[in-house]
């Protein structure tokens, strides 16, 4: 049992594409545990895409992050993190595996529809910020044990 994170990205929010693409994931042997619906803020989109500040794609992913809705979703299931990234496709859209989500509602390498947790590490860290009100223990192999703490995320 592992845990991933599914961020379905303002791209794929406008083209009413969240339905579908949840769809897959669910049909992929994937579970959702934990569903939300916000709009980054810049503090969020500054701590989500910190390893990326430098790049020269860094600001206009910033400024397209923060455009729209997102939906950011708790995936859990046996290689939930492989299974998510080899259901969402390459990052480029023109190079990902026709039928990948990215494939289907990606426009280009920014607006590509959604994320994919790299690493179960960076799933904990990454679902920590978009969940900051859930502390999850993963206590065993059955399943996760969520505790809420009273804290709301801005922005939604
Ligand atoms: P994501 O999985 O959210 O992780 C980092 C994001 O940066 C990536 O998806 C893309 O949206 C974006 N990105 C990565 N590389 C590039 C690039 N070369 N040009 C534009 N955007 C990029």
């Known amino acids: 049992m592992e845990n991933t994170l599914l961020l379905i990205k303002p791209n794929a929010t406008e083209q009413n594409a969240v339905g579908r693409i949840l769809a897959m994931a669910?049909?992929?042997n994937m579970v959702i545990q934990k569903l939300r619906m916000f709009n980054f803020t810049d503090e969020i989109a500054q701590n989500f895409y910190a390893e990326h500040v430098g790049r020269e794609f860094y600001e206009p992913l910033m400024k397209f992050?923060?455009?729209?809705k997102t939906v950011g979703v708790v995936l859990s299931g046996d290689n939930a993190v492989k299974n998510l990234r080899a259901l969402l496709g390459n990052t480029n859209p023109e190079e990902a595996n026709p039928g990948t989500v990215r494939?289907?509602?990606?426009e280009n390498t920014r607006r590509n529809a959604c994320h994919g947790s790299d690493s179960a590490e960076?799933?904990?860290r990454e679902i920590s910020l978009i969940f900051p009100e859930y502390v999850f223990i993963n206590k065993n192999k059955d399943g996760l044990t969520w505790f809420k703490r009273f804290t709301k995320l801005s922005g939604e």
Do not use: D
């Open 65 to 68: 992050m923060k455009s729209g």
């Open 26 to 28: 669910e049909e992929n």
């Open 103 to 106: 494939a289907l509602f990606g």
């Open 122 to 124: 960076s799933a904990k």
